[in-house]
Antibody, heavy 116, light 108 residues
Framework: QVQLVQSGAEVKKPGASVKVSCKAS????????VHWVRQAPGQRLEWMGWINAANGNAKYSQKFEGRFTITRDTPASIAYMELSSLTSEDTAVYFC?????????WGQGSLVTVSS | EIVMTQSPATLSVSPGERATLSCRASQTVSNNLAWYQQKPGQAPRLLIYGASIRATGIPARFSGSGSGTEFTLTISSLQSEDFAVYYCQQYNNWPPYTFGQGTQLEIK
């Protein structure tokens, strides 16, 4: 079955960067894409960006453009997101999800806490 | 950016009853609309895509309807496991693909 397993929780200081991984299994990684969605405590889901796993082309929400990067390692079937210049407002659970348009299957989430 | 607005914010319904949740888009999204269910401490789960197509393994009591700017998720006979937060998401115009603020479905 399709499964996405994300890396563990991270604690970062303001101004630092964080990189979260998302390992896919149960399907052909390059046949789809990977979305990144975050959820701050008690808040709605927020779509951040998407990568075409076949060719590496990525689309980003303008809100994060410039400090957010999605990459992938196709032989390992892993997608990565990296967010830089962290502030306390970036404290959230970060989810990856498979899909080309809608989010079909989700990872378990990775909590990123930004605190001095 | 397309703004998605869900109503009501909280819906109280008794088990066995029907629940109707609404989602409105600030401009047309055709039928490019998905619904997700999220339980506390869990990742969201895809319920409906294409406004009305149930995802694999989703019970028939969940149904979606609508097109353009007005959409509805109906749960025909609520089970205890259905009490959760429900989000709609448009995937017609990007970036970004935007979510609604969610409807909390609680036991009456």
């Amino acid at each position: 079955q399709v499964q996405l397993v994300q890396s563990g929780a991270e604690v970062k200081k303001p101004g630092a960067s964080v990189k979260v991984s998302c390992k896919a299994s149960g399907y052909t990684f390059t046949s789809s894409g990977v979305h990144w969605v975050r959820q701050a405590p008690g808040q709605r889901l927020e779509w951040m960006g998407w990568i075409n796993a076949a060719n590496g082309n990525a689309k980003y929400s303008q809100k994060f453009e410039g400090r957010f990067t999605i990459t992938r390692d196709t032989p390992a079937s892993i997608a990565y997101m990296e967010l830089s210049s962290l502030t306390s407002e970036d404290t959230a659970v970060y989810f990856c999800a498979t899909g080309v348009r809608y989010c079909a299957t989700w990872g378990q989430g990775s909590l990123v806490t930004v605190s001095s | 950016e397309i703004v998605m607005t869900q109503s009501p914010a909280t819906l109280s319904v008794s088990p066995g009853e029907r629940a109707t949740l609404s989602c409105r888009a600030s401009q047309t999204v055709s039928n490019n609309l998905a619904w997700y269910q999220q339980k506390p401490g869990q990742a969201p789960r895809l319920l409906i895509y294409g406004a009305s197509i149930r995802a694999t393994g989703i019970p028939a009591r969940f149904s979606g309807s609508g097109s353009g700017t007005e959409f509805t998720l109906t749960i025909s006979s609520l089970q205890s496991e259905d009490f959760a937060v429900y989000y709609c998401q448009q995937y017609n115009n990007w970036p970004p693909y935007t979510f609604g603020q969610g409807t909390q479905l609680e036991i009456k």
